[in-house]
């Protein structure tokens, strides 16, 4: 089954922090590109974080020192770990590859 599961999303204080993590299946994992992307009600999907093969990563300017993005290849498994929480970090955040597609996607909420 080739698939994206997301977890580890809920409701936080401003200034705290979550860890999402996704799981691949279907996929040669430690050869691909992984991403994580959020929207929130009435925006379009924009691009969180992006982590390649090699372990390179790629982050957004609004999130850049506070999130971070990283790989387990035996797990199969990316993470976003969010630090210093914000409200307008509040959004449902989805995993991405190129070849599975989108995950269901996980709702973060950041209350101020």
């Known amino acids: 089954q080739v698939q994206l599961v997301e977890s580890g999303g809920g409701l936080v204080q401003a200034g705290g922090s979550l860890r999402l993590s996704c799981a691949a299946s279907?996929?040669?994992?430690?050869?691909?590109?992984m991403a994580w992307y959020r929207q929130a009600p009435g925006t379009k999907r924009d691009l969180v974080a992006s982590i390649t093969a090699s372990g390179s990563t790629n982050y957004a300017d609004s999130v850049k020192g506070r999130f971070t993005i990283s790989r387990e290849n035996a797990k199969k498994t990316v993470y976003l770990q969010m630090n210093s929480l914000k409200p307008e970090d509040t959004a449902v955040y989805y995993c991405y590859n190129w070849r599975l597609g989108w995950g269901q996607g996980t709702q973060v909420t950041v209350s101020s």
């Open positions: 279907g996929i040669i994992f430690s050869a691909n590109t």
